[in-house]
């Protein structure tokens, strides 16, 4: 039997106004899924994944991680789960692009070495080796993107959350960064992707989260939940590009 | 690609980026304090020098005078204040004022200290990465009792990573404005609160982003700092710049 890596139980946040937040959200996440939490603007997507990283605590519920609870080790919590920011402009911190990748390591105490030995290899992976000197506010928005998600990389997470990771970005940036992510997941990264852009990375999901006025109204495969899209204010993907995959824990 | 703000750190490989940072700093207090009580001779020597290493950090003098032009209005302004109330031989006077040479003078060299040590300022901060430079705060602050070096080498770092970050935010509203003919607005005081008052709504939003990526990736205090790098050329910069300050001192005795 397998076991969830993530378990998140009656999750619950109303914010401080008053309006808005999340309710009674519960789910498993399982190793090496690929998940696409989806729902109009304002449904709590981002409340929701800010609560995995411990940005923002519970009210009510809790999160496991491997049966703990998050909030127990925050620093393990960050490095076991790592968050890309949909602004990549407020994400990056470094004054250079190698300085970027490197602030994560550096904040674990990590030996120089290794961060520097880490740092190159990462840099090289994404294709941004070459701008490893370049100051990060003179890169393109799909650059910044890429070293955002370079940031991330270098503390080793086991799941990686994206926040609407194509926001903003031109076509060709797109596929650039679902390559990516679609290289992390067959790695066997744990993926959680945050978006109301499901047609762009339905291909490689195997689950998608349907979102509404701060409750998860579905949870399923993509074959079973795709048509219920268009209720939920979502855009339906093309039927062309969705494919016949069977959840990671079911194979 | 966006452009630079001045003081933003420029990575390159001239001999002020290879200069270790606590030399760097010590360069900094020795040029600055010997423009305290300098003269017009000693302030063009250093000028003289100061243009060189902006040469050869590539900047751009005239763009950079654009992008500066506030603190260059400020110090116009400076010149302004002091040729009307210093006292001495009017140049050109009306209505019950006058312009004096002496306060021309006078404003006019306050007015160049003051450019000359912003231009230190921007060499420094365009040459040294900020994470260097919150090392070196905590390597200064070491020896001293009683100082947390750790928290106010952090607190340093956060105030310079947040600097751009205000600069940019202060470009972009001033562009949304412009953009919906905000210029036209002739009333300074209104221009102003425009301006300002969504600047800072802005900065702090940003600032809470920004926070949340840092604590997103474990920020704290105890880090693995950046090493030092010296390059061995440190002590010709530090005899150079102590014979800098004696020549400067001397003109000023000798002027």
């Not at chain 1, 399923?220 to 048509?227: A, C, F, P, R």
């Not at chain 2, 030399?23 to 010997?34: A, E, P």
């Not at chain 2, 603190?71 to 109330?85: K, M």
């Not at chain 2, 060499?123 to 200064?140: D, E, H, M, N």
Request: charged share 20%; glycine share 6%; aromatic share 10%.
């Amino acid at each position: 039997m397998t076991f969830p890596i993530l378990d998140i139980h009656n999750l619950t946040h109303i914010y401080s106004q008053g309006e808005g937040g999340i309710f009674d959200i519960s789910f498993s996440v399982f190793k090496g899924e690929f998940i696409l939490v989806t729902g109009k603007n304002g449904s709590g997507k981002t409340s929701l994944i800010r609560h995995l990283n411990g940005l923002l605590f519970p009210q009510k519920g809790k999160i496991l991680l491997h049966n703990k609870d998050i909030l127990k080790d925050l620093t393990l919590t960050r490095k076991t789960i790592g968050m890309v920011f949909q602004d990549a402009d407020t994400q990056i911190v470094g004054d250079s692009v190698f300085d970027e990748v490197a602030f994560g390591p550096e904040n674990l105490n990590i030996k120089r070495d290794i961060i520097n030995k880490k740092v190159n290899g990462i840099l090289e992976r994404l294709g941004l080796i070459k701008f490893k000197d370049r100051n990060p506010a003179t890169l393109s928005g799909g650059e910044k993107r890429k070293l955002a998600i370079a940031g991330i990389l270098a503390m080793d997470p086991e799941i990686i959350v994206f926040d609407e990771p194509f926001a903003n970005l031109d076509h060709p940036s797109c596929l650039s960064i679902l390559d990516i992510i679609a290289d992390l997941s067959l790695n066997g990264h744990t993926i959680i992707m945050a978006t109301h852009d499901v047609e762009t990375p339905i291909e490689y999901a195997s689950r998608l989260l349907i979102m509404e006025d701060g409750y998860l109204r579905e949870d399923g495969g993509i074959q079973d939940l795709v048509k219920k899209l268009g209720s939920y204010g979502v855009k339906e993907p093309c039927e062309c590009r969705i494919k016949e995959k069977p959840l990671p824990w079911q194979s | 690609m966006a452009e630079l703000n001045p003081f933003e750190f420029r990575p390159g490989s001239t001999s002020l980026h290879y200069l270790d940072t606590r030399c760097k700093f010590f360069l900094v207090c020795i040029m600055s304090l010997s423009l305290v009580n300098a003269g017009f001779l000693s302030c063009f020597i250093a000028l003289g020098v100061l243009l060189f290493f902006l040469k050869q950090i590539k900047f751009k003098i005239v763009e950079t005078c654009k992008q500066l032009k506030y603190f260059i209005l400020f110090l116009v302004f400076l010149i302004i204040v002091r040729s009307l109330t210093m006292p001495g031989d009017p140049i050109v006077s009306f209505h019950g004022m006058a312009i004096t040479s002496q306060g021309l003078y006078q404003g006019s060299l306050v007015a160049l200290r003051f450019f000359l040590v912003m231009v230190i300022g921007l060499l420094f901060s365009a040459t040294t990465r900020t994470a260097s430079i919150k090392t070196a705060v905590q390597w200064y602050l070491k020896p001293i009792p009683f100082v947390p070096e750790k928290r106010v080498a952090i607190m340093i770092s956060l105030a310079l990573r947040f600097l751009p970050l205000i600069l940019k935010q202060g470009r972009e509203t001033s562009n949304a404005i412009q953009s919906r003919c905000g210029n036209l607005q002739k009333n300074p005081i209104k221009k102003f609160i425009r301006l300002t008052l969504p600047v800072l709504k802005k900065v702090f939003l940003s600032a809470d982003h920004l926070i949340l990526a840092m604590e997103a990736r474990c920020y704290c205090e105890n880090r693995t700092d950046p090493e030092f790098k010296t390059w061995e050329k440190e002590m010709v910069f530090i005899i150079s710049s102590l014979c800098l300050s004696l020549c400067m001192i001397f003109t000023n005795v000798y002027a």
